[in-house]
């Protein structure tokens, strides 16, 4: 194994490519155009604390929490060079894309960065919505060179980018217009060879809806292109096609002693969701299925148990150097039998062989809220939490914003501003609103939790015209708005709440007040949200209550991200 990268630090084109004040970061950008810059809004700090009633119990030594990284990290794939691992999951309309986690032992992550942070790597600007943009990619480790393939798919396609360190920067994209389809997978073969495997479409028409296959090309690395008539059908529609599996896609191939794996996702990415694999002693012979497929699922089980996993899939394997295998995966944790705000998740199981075969779940088996260490020695210490309970905070007074931090889409337009001095992150007021399918002025973060608080401190706006506050968001079409607007007499704050794209204000209240700043805050229990605010000093006050979490749910909402809570300034 070629050694180990060394992790160093870089700061994020998007949060800081230069340190300006609030009062002139945007004016500047504005300056040629001879457009008047746009109010803004200073926030102080922003807090995040989970508070899910199922990590109060007492973890077992030498155990960790399952998913290994919560929130909004579905498509999880996996790379070991020496003693680090590296770990990228989907990122679908949200910039930077593709976040990239580091790790020492599998179960304490840290977020290093991300692959696609210029607009030169990545553009949405064409109205995506928040389903769409970067789906599921791959990371590999070659001679040198770290490797991820991915599909933008109302974009470039699939492509690829490359880069010494994971933590970046990242190159440019490598095209590859031959692919089509989705879910590229790129295999290096002990004899030079290299190969993509991806979802798409069958030979001849489909047979059912949902009928697709996986797709293996050869590919010339050095002349950068696929080789022209190698691409074949490898999969047609899933393990049986008499049964009509739906949705063949995710592939990885592996080279393991004498056998050649490929393991794939079958039926869809809801509750039928599952994984499946295939080997072969040649990549020129046919893949044969395994008997006792799927390797994972939880589709088998009762939907009424209580704190259900469900939707599992989409697996990646590595290898320790102790020589376990483990496979990461997404899953969802679901509240009222299968809603889920939270998105698909990154989870974490150990790897059995049978007959030299994978298994990761026998059948009828639950996915194990907590589960005994990989034989690697802790590397936890230091490392913000990804798992469990947690509180998380940014008091901006860092020179670059946390890699945590997330925009909608892209745009050649600079709105953000931090002052690190000052402790604050300044967000130019945009015409924008969350409901348009732009870059509204939105910085957000993902929700971790089924039950949780946020909060954030917030200059009350000095500029009439000025809408601003705290939003908890799933897509452009569902989502809440606390927000806060100067008046001719003092203040006032409304909940607003765009339900199937249609905007409606559940609450509003005029006061005034003598104080330059407010707490604006939202709470989650399962199905229900509260909103409230504090004025400095003062008490809380509560604008709404029990307000329905399940509009921001996958089952109301569709798509496949989760929901994000975050900062938000707009003009009207």
């Known amino acids: 194994m070629a050694r180990?990268?060394?992790?160093?630090?870089?700061?994020?084109?998007f949060c800081l490519r230069k340190l300006l004040t609030a009062h002139v970061f945007f004016a500047l950008s504005l300056a040629q155009a001879d457009v008047p810059a746009p109010a803004t809004v200073a926030f102080d700090w922003f807090e995040y604390e989970g508070k899910d009633a199922v990590f109060t119990q007492e973890l077992k030594e030498n155990h960790f929490w399952n998913p290994i990284i919560m929130g909004f990290h579905p498509d999880p794939s996996i790379v070991r060079v020496d003693r680090d691992y590296y770990l990228v999951t989907s990122s679908f309309a949200y910039f930077p894309g593709l976040p990239i986690f580091h790790s020492r032992d599998l179960v304490n992550w840290r977020q290093v960065g991300h692959a696609l942070t210029r607009r030169s790597q990545l553009k949405l600007e064409n109205g995506e919505s928040i389903s769409r943009g970067i789906f599921a990619p791959t990371m590999r480790y070659h001679d040198g060179l770290f490797y991820i393939i991915t599909t933008d798919v109302d974009g470039i396609g699939n492509f690829y980018i490359t880069a010494p360190n994971p933590a970046g920067p990242w190159s440019d994209p490598v095209l590859l217009p031959e692919i089509k389809g989705i879910d590229p997978d790129l295999f290096f073969d002990d004899d030079g060879r290299v190969y993509?495997?991806?979802?798409?479409?069958?030979?001849?028409?489909?047979?059912?809806?949902?009928?697709?296959?996986?797709?293996?090309?050869?590919?010339?690395l050095e002349a950068g292109k696929v080789i022209a008539n190698s691409g074949r059908v490898i999969?047609?529609?899933?393990?049986?096609?008499?049964?009509?599996?739906?949705?063949?896609?995710?592939?990885?191939?592996?080279?393991?002693?004498?056998?050649?794996?490929?393991?794939?996702?079958?039926?869809?990415?809801?509750?039928?969701?599952s994984q499946v694999v295939f080997r072969t002693r040649s990549l020129d012979e046919p893949f044969v299925a395994f008997e006792s497929n799927p390797i994972l699922t939880q589709r088998d089980l009762d939907p009424a148990r209580p704190n259900p996993i469900t939707s599992t899939g989409h697996a990646d394997f590595v290898q320790t150097p102790e020589g376990e295998w483990w496979a990461v995966f997404l899953g969802v944790r679901a509240y009222d039998r299968d809603f889920h705000n939270t998105g698909r998740e990154t989870f974490l199981l150990p790897?059995?062989?049978?007959?030299?075969?994978?298994?990761?779940?026998?059948?009828?088996?639950?996915?194990?809220?907590?589960?005994?260490?990989?034989?690697?020695?802790y590397a936890g210490h230091g490392i913000p939490p990804q798992s469990g309970n947690f509180a998380w905070r940014d008091d901006f007074d860092e020179p670059s914003l946390k890699p945590d931090w997330m925009r909608l889409r892209t745009s050649e337009t600079e709105w953000v501003g931090l002052?690190?001095?000052a402790g604050t992150v300044n967000l130019a007021a945009l015409p924008v609103a969350l409901k348009e399918k732009a870059q509204p002025a939105f910085l957000a973060r993902v929700q971790q939790h089924l039950d949780f608080s946020a909060s954030t401190r917030m200059a009350l706006p000095r500029t009439p015209g000025v809408l601003a506050g705290l939003a908890a968001f799933q897509s452009s079409d569902y989502n809440?708005?606390?927000?806060?607007r100067k008046t001719e007499t003092g203040y006032s704050i409304l909940l607003e709440k765009v339900g199937g794209g249609k905007p409606e204000t559940l609450a509003s209240a005029d006061f005034t007040t003598s104080s330059q700043h407010i707490i604006l805050g939202v709470e989650q229990n399962n199905a229900e949200l509260n909103f409230y605010y504090t004025l400095e000093p003062g008490e809380r006050v509560d604008v709404a209550r029990n307000v329905d979490a399940k509009l921001l749910s996958t089952q109301v909402a569709g798509g496949f991200v989760g929901a994000s809570i975050g900062i938000h300034a707009r003009s009207e």
């Not at 180990?4 to 084109?13: A, G």
């Not at 809440?480 to 806060?484: D, G, N």
């Open 4 to 13: 180990s990268q060394k992790l160093r630090t870089v700061t994020m084109p």
């Open 196 to 220: 993509i495997a991806h979802n798409g479409e069958p030979e001849g028409p489909a047979l059912y809806d949902g009928h697709r296959a996986i797709w293996l090309w050869e590919y010339d």
């Open 235 to 273: 999969v047609n529609g899933g393990v049986d096609l008499s049964k009509q599996p739906i949705w063949i896609e995710a592939p990885h191939i592996y080279r393991i002693n004498d056998w050649y794996y490929l393991s794939c996702a079958e039926g869809g990415t809801a509750d039928q969701h």
């Open 351 to 377: 790897v059995r062989w049978q007959d030299d075969w994978p298994i990761i779940l026998d059948p009828q088996t639950a996915v194990p809220r907590q589960v005994k260490r990989p034989q690697i020695e």
């Open 419 to 421: 002052d690190a001095e």
């Open 480 to 484: 809440y708005l606390l927000a806060v």
